[in-house]
Structure formats: structure tokens, C-alpha cells
């Protein structure tokens, strides 16, 4: 019986999985350079985790995957990354550190319909920075997007910044948004209907009421500010002013999660093909829920990125990122006799740390010459009567095409060398 992927999933092939590895160590580079250390939490937790009281957004109302285990525990897979962190943050009393700075990697699960850029099994890279109200924070971790897509060459993005307040304006805003909404309120979606009373921000992010003229001529969170949350988001604008980096304020972004506070930004690709799914990262900071998961009150701000669309980004803005040289070298006998020499030269060369492989499959020469350079070897060893008669072997150069004998016992030093 054939049985076939589930919906909204795909599989890794080792044409793909190498360019996942590449960005995989190239996030892991640039994260560990601002002092990010890696947590890993289980893909599956407890449902109260994501099931909080103040969380309505559709991502865990509508489309977490749930299910009672064997015990009769309500369980959740993970939608995103940042309860779970949370969750282990004060389960193990990293509080008591003051400060942290974690990231992580690893695949969430949602029940959206599946479509381009967006699937029932996603990664994510995020990145939580806990235990800190500085408004340099906020500029910090925003900065470390927009440096991650400008390393990654990605020029076509656009970074996008909002307050929503602390929780003072926050409830004054709500309140002004009930009053806004309330004369329209049969016009609205059924669950917006219900958003007016429980929380009016989910309104403004519906994708079935997105044009409506009362989503459109809103109220923006910019008007009811305290003092204080005014200068915090005035002093995260000015960080990023002095290191220049673009974005722009959008008074209209909210962003999907009902834990943000003050500051919320986006960056979008502006990149053709991307169509409606092409936000790349999203994020900002949270002041409640360390506290609603039973941790001492502790400000936290953060971001999390999807990774196939990261990806499809750098697929079409910056193919070379993925080019680089697959191996060192591939070893091509050229008969039964030189063929007893494979797995030792092999063994000798891996030892030293060198990548090579060889062929395990009968082909004619052609044929194999084929296979080979499709491995992106960087030479081409060649083994054969006359070479093993020289206790030499012809390494040729992929690049360049120029061909040498080499004496075995120098070739160690000959691929080292030319790396
Ligand atoms: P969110 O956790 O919804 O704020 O999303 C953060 C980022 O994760 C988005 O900007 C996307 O890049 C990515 N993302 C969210 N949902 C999906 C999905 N279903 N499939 C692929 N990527 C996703």
C-alpha cells in the first residue's frame, strides 16, 4: 500500500536538506555572535501552555493540533516558539540569572490551509531576549533581523515598527477601539463580533473583515500612549536611526499573538513570487506572559522567522549563498585493481579531515564522471593501472579543468593546501 505525505507537510530530499544546513549554520553564526544561546524545548507540551485565558488569536484558537495522549492529558504540538521557551525559563528558574538571551530552531504545527509559503509543518528560528525593559533591547534583537536578511543579501525587504503601549495605554486603546467598533458591530465577521467585547485588537488583523471601512479608519495605538511608553518606542526609533538601519513606522501593525506590548515590528519581503504570505519575521516584546506561566513579572522582548520562506527568498535573490563546494574530492578507479585501494585511500583522507566519497555503483566511465561531478566535488582523483605503477593518482581541479599527477603521499597535502 502506497501512503502518501500528510497534507501541509513536505520531505527534506538531500538536494534540499544541504541548503538547510547551510542556513541552519549560517543563523546559528550570527546568532552566537550576539551572545544567543540555543534552547531546545519539546515539540509538544501541556495545551494550557498555549491555551491561556488572554490568548484569542486564531493561531491557537482555530488551528493548534491537539489531542488527549494515552493519560488522558491535554496536549498541544507546538504553534510557535515563544510559550514553550517561556514555559522552560520558569520551570528551570533561569530567572534567577537576571537575564537571558536564548534562541532556538525546530518545526511548529498549524492548522492553516495549506498554500505557497505556508504549510502544516513549519520551522522557525526565533530568538527571546528575557528579563530586560531597556528600549536597547528592543532595537537589538530588531537589528539582528535586519542584519540576518542584509547578510544574507536580501536588499528587497522592508523592515516595518509599531507601539501598541505598555498595558495602561494598551486598555485605554481597547476601550477606544470597543467605542469605535460597537456601531458596526452586525457588520462585522461572527468572531470579530465577539473580538469587540473579549479583545478588539484581533479585529484589526481579521483576514475577512481586512476591508472593511471601520477596520480601515480605526483608531491607532500611537494616539493613546502613556508618557512612558511614548519615550520607550521614541528611544528604540532613535537606536535604530543611529545605526542605520531603514524601516518604517506603520501605525496599523499589530501583529498575530495577544502577549505583545510596546514595541511590534515585521520584516516583509518585497520579492516577486511571494505573493500574500511574504513576511519573513515577526516579533516584539511581551510583558505578561512569563508572569501568566508562573514566573516572577519579567519583561521579555522577541522574534521568531519562518524558514522555508527564508529560503525561497534567498533561492531567488541570492543563489550563490547555496554554492559553495559540496565536498573535497571524489575518487574515480578505473579498474578492479586500482579499486582495491578505495576504502583505504578513502579512510586516509577522511581522517585528515577531508571531505570525499567514491563510487558504489557499476557505471562506465561516462557515466560515472556524471555522478561524480554532480557531488560538486572540488577535484576529481583519478586511479588507474599507470598511476598505481607511480604510487601517484590525477587530481583534477572541477574549476579550473588543470589536471596533475600527484605522488599518493603527497596528496594529503596537496588537497589541504589548495582548500
Ligand atoms: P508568527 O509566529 O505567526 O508571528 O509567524 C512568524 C513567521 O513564521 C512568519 O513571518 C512566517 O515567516 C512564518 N510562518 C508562520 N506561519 C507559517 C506557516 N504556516 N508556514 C510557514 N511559515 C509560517
Known amino acids: 500500500m502506497k501512503i502518501n505525505k500528510v497534507k501541509g507537510t513536505y520531505d527534506v530530499l538531500p538536494s534540499e536538506s544541504i541548503k538547510w544546513q547551510k542556513l541552519e549554520q549560517f543563523l546559528k553564526r550570527i546568532l552566537t555572535n550576539y551572545n544567543y544561546e540555543e534552547i531546545r524545548t519539546p515539540i509538544f507540551e501541556y495545551s494550557e501552555v498555549f491555551h491561556r485565558d488572554s490568548e484569542m488569536s486564531d493561531m491557537v484558537t482555530k ?35 537576571g537575564f537571558n538571551k536564548l534562541f532556538y530552531i525546530g518545526p511548529n504545527f498549524r492548522y492553516e490551509r495549506p498554500q505557497k509559503g505556508r504549510y502544516r509543518q513549519f520551522y522557525q528560528f526565533g ?8 528600549p536597547l533591547l528592543d532595537a537589538e534583537v ?3 533581523g535586519y542584519h540576518i536578511m542584509n547578510e544574507l543579501k536580501l536588499d528587497n525587504i522592508l523592515v516595518k515598527i509599531n507601539t501598541l503601549g505598555d498595558d495602561k495605554s494598551k486598555l485605554v486603546y481597547e476601550d477606544e477601539l470597543r467605542k469605535h467598533f460597537m456601531p458596526h458591530k452586525a457588520e462585522l465577521c461572527k468572531d470579530c463580533q465577539e473580538r469587540i467585547d473579549k479583545n478588539p485588537l484581533r479585529i484589526l488583523d481579521c483576514k475577512i473583515d481586512m476591508h472593511h471601512e471601520a477596520v480601515i479608519n480605526a483608531p491607532t495605538p500611537y494616539d493613546f500612549l502613556t508618557g512612558e511608553a511614548k519615550t520607550h518606542f521614541e528611544k528604540v526609533v532613535e537606536e535604530l536611526d543611529k545605526a542605520n538601519v531603514p524601516y518604517e513606522i506603520n ?48 519583561s521579555a522582548v522577541g522574534f521568531a522567522s519562518g524558514m522555508e520562506r527564508l529560503l525561497y527568498a534567498i533561492e531567488i535573490e541570492n543563489k550563490d549563498f547555496f554554492k559553495a563546494k ?3 574530492a571524489f575518487l574515480l578507479t578505473l579498474d578492479e585493481n586500482s579499486k582495491n585501494y578505495q576504502t583505504k585511500l578513502l579512510y586516509d583522507l577522511r581522517s585528515e579531515d577531508l571531505k570525499v566519497d567514491a563510487m558504489y555503483i557499476e557505471r562506465s566511465f561516462r557515466s560515472a564522471l556524471k555522478f561524480a561531478l554532480n557531488q560538486n566535488p572540488k577535484y576529481l582523483l583519478i586511479l588507474g593501472e599507470n598511476e598505481l605503477k607511480n604510487n601517484s593518482i590525477q587530481v583534477k581541479d572541477t574549476k579550473t579543468e588543470k589536471q596533475e599527477e600527484v605522488l599518493l603521499k603527497d596528496l594529503i597535502n596537496y588537497l589541504k593546501e589548495e582548500k
Open 63 to 97: 488551528e493548534t493540533y491537539n489531542f488527549l495522549d494515552r493519560g488522558n492529558r491535554n496536549i498541544t504540538l507546538r504553534p510557535e516558539g515563544t510559550a514553550g521557551v517561556i514555559r522552560a525559563f520558569v520551570e528551570n528558574k533561569m530567572y534567577v540569572d
Open 127 to 134: 530568538v527571546e531576549a528575557i528579563g530586560s525593559i531597556d
Open 142 to 144: 530588531i537589528i539582528l
Open 251 to 298: 501605525k496599523r501593525l499589530v501583529r498575530g499573538l495577544d502577549y505583545y506590548s510596546h514595541t511590534v515590528f515585521e520584516i516583509d519581503a518585497k520579492i516577486e513570487g511571494f505573493g500574500a504570505q511574504n513576511t519573513l519575521l515577526g516579533g516584539g516584546r511581551y510583558e505578561k506572559l512569563v508572569e501568566e506561566l508562573g514566573g516572577p513579572k519579567t
Open 326 to 328: 559540496a565536498i573535497d
